[in-house]
């Protein structure tokens, strides 16, 4: 009991938080946040790093690596959270990529192998919803949508209940329903392949906004 208490208490302090990763030594990854990855290839690298135009302070988080194995997905994962309905939104740059430019969200994570993700792609300028389900990946939603490279966007991901709301600089793209994930989990950052993709302004809070 005193345990579900204290996770209790800490969903409560965490929501609406953004990490904005100013606190961060450069050069390592975050702390509170671990690397993992779906698929193979080599580790993804993400790094704090300071950056020129970088949407709060001087700091942003770098996924560097430039693997390009086209079926690996490296994540950063937010290690002490877990929720249900939750919206998650982070601001993106796409810098470079030979077989992809991409950056996503990932929340209702159980862990590598299956999760919920929504994804940007500055390559094919479209934003895609998937399910990782036994380390394969599914789409189901989507919209083609201009995501210019080497400028900075925002992407957010919403779900309560079966219901998925996806936005993009600010506006609602899509919407759709799932219910494969319908416990708890965590939340984070990914990309695919060789993008090397910033991140800046990682938040979670509850999907109502309270």
């Known amino acids: ?36 990855q779906t698929g193979g ?6 790094i704090v790093r300071e950056e020129a135009g970088a949407p709060s302070g001087k700091k942003v988080l770098a996924q560097t690596s430039t693997d390009e194995t ?30 992809d430019q991409a950056a996503g969200l990932v929340l209702r994570y159980k862990d590598a192998d299956n999760y919920y993700i929504a994804r940007a792609n500055a390559l094919e300028d479209n934003v895609r919803l998937y399910k990782i389900e036994g380390g ?27 219901h998925f709301k996806v936005s993009m600089d600010g506006a609602i793209i899509f919407e759709a329903d799932d219910e494969t ?20 302004d990682f938040s979670v809070e509850a999907a109502d906004g309270k």
């Open 136 to 162: 394969k990946r599914k789409q189901f939603a989507g919209v083609d949508a201009k995501v210019p490279a080497d400028r900075w966007h925002s992407l957010k991901l919403e779900v309560k209940g079966a």
């Open 41 to 46: 290839g080599g580790a993804g690298s993400w």
């Open 70 to 99: 086209s079926g690996r997905f490296p994540l950063c994962v937010l290690d002490s959270f877990s929720g249900k309905d939750v919206a998650v939104s982070v601001k993106f740059k796409p810098v470079s990529g030979k077989v």
């Open 1 to 36: 009991m005193k345990t579900l208490c204290a996770c209790a208490a800490f969903a409560i302090l965490f929501a609406g938080k953004t990490h904005d990763f100013e606190a961060d030594a450069a050069g390592k990854t975050p702390e509170g946040f671990s690397t993992a």
């Open 181 to 200: 994930f319908k416990e708890a989990g965590k939340a984070g950052m990914w990309t695919k392949a060789d993008s090397v993709t910033l991140f800046d």
